[in-house]
């Protein structure tokens, strides 16, 4: 396939003059079309990541790299992606958006991969697997050696979706690239960055498979503004990582105030930025934080989520306003 060739592509090198893109050429901050392959950010972070420009792809959030992948690596009405639920929900929705078929295995109770399960449920028309790890809603890792071996059996792409990798202590699979050809990393400036605003996801894989996600996405997917701005947030990641170590420390903290309440069950432990938590009484105790004030997400319809809610962990003023309301309970 030919992609769009735009006026950029076309000529990539610096000028005085511009008279190719039928641009207004009275100056503003965006009268000109941003850089559609966005080569400052992925330079910075190539060199952070330790990768290439060309394994990198940006997307306007996570959320498009999801959807330009089945896009590109399925075909409708034909083709399947494989997910293991519970899980982020935007993979289903893509993959039906798309008409591509959706393959569902259950996680354990306990929220890892039943491998077993996983590989029997793979067939010829699969071709997209998503793990999500740090897994939303329920916050663990999956199990590392299961996804080796997923990379080592399955022909199709493996996504391992780590939007909350920074809230972990486990090493990113970034750094196993080079092993796998058919791994697919996504991460996102939307939650240890603080950055949701902006729509930007990073989506790592081999140069062969970025290629191709370049073909078929927009050529200006990602705006002026958003690549100036995610430059200047890394370039003054100090504050991430602040950031990050005081989720984290809250994180603990309420975990432990949350285990004491009397009417919660159980309180999943988490390597991301939220916890999901088992009470008696789900719809009761949404129903109570709603009325203050505080807006929690009731999981209790999905699968080993029977009366689950999920809490994000806030600022230490927000999560003592949370625990304070839970103890009116
Ligand atoms: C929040 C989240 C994302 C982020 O999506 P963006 O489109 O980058 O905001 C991706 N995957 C998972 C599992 C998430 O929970």
């Known amino acids: 396939m030919k992609p769009y060739s735009s006026a950029r592509d076309e000529f990539k090198g610096e000028a005085e003059v511009y008279l190719d893109a039928n641009e207004?050429?009275?100056?503003?901050?965006?009268?000109?079309?941003?850089?559609?392959?966005q080569k400052n950010v992925k330079a910075v972070l190539a060199s952070t990541q330790n990768v290439q420009p060309e394994n990198i792809f940006l997307g306007n959030g996570s959320?498009?790299?999801i959807d330009v992948l089945i896009r590109?690596?399925?075909?409708?009405?034909?083709?399947s992606i494989l997910i293991l639920e519970p899980t982020y929900g935007m993979y289903a929705v893509c993959a039906n958006v798309n008409a591509v078929n959706?393959?569902?295995?259950?996680?354990?109770?306990?929220f890892d991969i039943d491998l077993e399960a996983t590989l029997n449920e793979i067939d010829s028309t699969t071709k997209i697997v998503f793990i999500c790890s740090p897994n939303n809603p329920?916050?663990?890792?999956?199990?590392?050696?299961?996804?080796?071996?997923?990379?080592?059996?399955?022909?199709?792409?493996?996504?391992v979706d780590e939007a909350y990798i920074d809230f972990s202590s486990s090493e990113s699979f970034v750094t196993s690239l080079a092993m796998?050809?058919?791994?697919?990393?996504?991460?996102?400036?939307?939650?240890?960055?603080?950055?949701a605003g902006l729509r930007l996801g990073i989506c790592y894989a081999a140069a062969?498979?970025?290629?191709?996600?370049?073909?078929?996405?927009?050529?200006?997917?990602?705006?002026?503004?958003?690549?100036?701005?995610?430059?200047?947030?890394?370039?003054?990641?100090?504050?991430k990582k602040l950031d990050v170590k005081q989720l984290i420390h809250e994180r603990v903290k309420l975990e432990k105030k949350l285990a004491e309440l009397p009417f919660v069950k159980f309180v999943f432990p988490s390597q991301a930025n939220f916890l999901l938590v088992r009470v008696t009484n789900a719809a009761h105790v949404y129903n109570v934080l709603l009325q203050k004030g505080v807006i929690v997400r009731n999981r209790s319809s999905i699968l080993h989520c029977e009366n689950c809610i999920r809490i994000t962990i806030g600022?230490?003023?927000?999560?003592?306003r949370l625990l304070t309301t839970l103890k009116e309970i």
């Open 180 to 195: 796998f050809p058919t791994l697919v990393v996504l991460q996102t400036f939307s939650k240890a960055w603080g950055l």
């Open 63 to 65: 959320d498009e790299a």
């Open 138 to 159: 329920s916050g663990n890792l999956l199990n590392r050696d299961s996804i080796l071996t997923l990379l080592n059996s399955f022909k199709g792409l493996v996504v």
């Open 24 to 37: 207004n050429p009275f100056p503003s901050s965006y009268n000109r079309y941003p850089d559609p392959l």
């Open 102 to 110: 959706i393959k569902s295995v259950a996680l354990t109770p306990s």
């Open 208 to 239: 062969e498979i970025i290629e191709i996600l370049n073909k078929v996405k927009y050529p200006y997917n990602i705006n002026s503004q958003t690549q100036y701005l995610a430059l200047e947030a890394m370039a003054n990641s100090e504050k």
């Open 315 to 320: 600022t230490p003023q927000e999560n003592q």
């Open 72 to 79: 590109s690596f399925c075909e409708p009405n034909r083709d």
